[in-house]
């Protein structure tokens, strides 16, 4: 993997930034140390940006997931600086949206187009993160507006939060549920049991995906070496 992001490459790149972030969450939850919820809104903008970059191959979504990192750059900002509560539900709004376009623009670019290699491999295990993120902010979300909707999951701040959130929604969207967390709304129960039948269907469709790329994939060399051989 080369020091510059290309298109044989980006999404080495996307994929590491989107573990970092989950990995800063859980540490800042862990370690209780008041720079690293600085840092971790740092790490936040910081894989906006290789998002931004990784997709800039994109043009369709490059200014409008732009238009979106930079909106939520300066809430973060607002947020520090004067401490408007109110600038949360925005700003995870703002997320949810610039990791769904982001996950619309990576499908477009690797399911059932061309060949496979091993960068849209990668891609589809962004994809996978990203899906787990966007129901993450999802529960987040609701519990801003019903703060009792899950049992083992209490209302705080955000970013206090996003670690137990992004715990639950993997856990839902493997279907594992270790039930140490639990919807309560109805809901919430919806919405949980959506990302649960998401997950399965994801697989279905990258598992059909990588076999139909492979199987263009040996035709075509099938037909190069007949065409040599004529």
Same mark, same amino acid.
């Given at each position: 993997?080369?020091?510059?992001?290309? #298109?044989?490459?980006?999404?080495?790149?996307?994929?590491?930034?989107?573990?970092?972030?989950?990995?800063? &969450?859980?540490?800042?939850?862990?370690?209780?140390?008041?720079?690293?919820?600085?840092?971790? /809104?740092?790490?936040?903008?910081?894989?906006?940006?290789?998002?931004?970059?990784?997709?800039?191959?994109?043009? &369709?979504?490059?200014?409008?997931?732009?238009?979106?990192?930079?909106?939520?750059?300066?809430? &973060?900002?607002?947020?520090?600086?004067?401490?408007? $509560? /109110?600038?949360?539900? #925005?700003?995870?709004?703002?997320?949810?949206?610039?990791?769904?376009?982001?996950?619309?623009?990576?499908?477009?670019?690797?399911?059932?187009?061309?060949?496979?290699?091993?960068?849209?491999?990668?891609?589809?295990?962004?994809?996978?993160?990203?899906?787990?993120?966007?129901?993450?902010?999802?529960?987040?979300?609701?519990?801003?507006?019903?703060?009792?909707?899950?049992?083992?999951?209490?209302?705080?701040?955000?970013?206090?939060?996003?670690?137990?959130?992004?715990?639950?929604?993997?856990?839902?969207?493997?279907?594992?549920?270790?039930?140490?967390?639990?919807?309560?709304?109805?809901?919430?129960?919806?919405?949980?049991?959506?990302?649960?039948?998401?997950?399965?269907?994801?697989?279905?469709?990258?598992? &059909?995906?990588?076999?139909?790329?492979?199987?263009?994939? $040996?035709?075509?060399?099938?037909?190069?070496?007949?065409?040599?051989?004529?």
């Amino acid at each position: 993997m080369a020091g510059k992001i290309t #298109a044989e490459n980006n999404f080495y790149y996307m994929t590491l930034a989107l573990i970092v972030l989950l990995v800063s &969450a859980s540490l800042d939850m862990v370690l209780e140390i008041k720079w690293l919820d600085a840092l971790f /809104q740092v790490l936040t903008i910081l894989t906006f940006v290789v998002c931004l970059v990784s997709l800039r191959f994109d043009k &369709a979504w490059y200014r409008f997931l732009m238009t979106l990192a930079v909106i939520w750059a300066v809430l &973060a900002l607002m947020k520090a600086v004067f401490d408007v $509560q /109110q600038t949360d539900i #925005a700003m995870m709004l703002l997320m949810f949206t610039f990791f769904f376009g982001t996950f619309k623009s990576i499908a477009r670019q690797i399911l059932f187009t061309g060949t496979i290699d091993n960068n849209k491999v990668v891609g589809s295990l962004a994809l996978f993160l990203l899906l787990g993120l966007m129901w993450a902010l999802l529960y987040l979300l609701i519990l801003e507006f019903s703060p009792t909707s899950f049992t083992g999951m209490e209302h705080k701040a955000w970013g206090e939060n996003f670690s137990n959130a992004a715990y639950f929604s993997f856990v839902t969207l493997t279907t594992l549920g270790y039930g140490d967390i639990s919807p309560v709304s109805p809901f919430a129960q919806v919405v949980v049991y959506l990302e649960a039948i998401a997950g399965v269907f994801y697989m279905a469709i990258v598992v &059909a995906s990588l076999v139909g790329a492979s199987q263009s994939n $040996q035709s075509s060399v099938s037909t190069s070496q007949e065409e040599n051989d004529g």
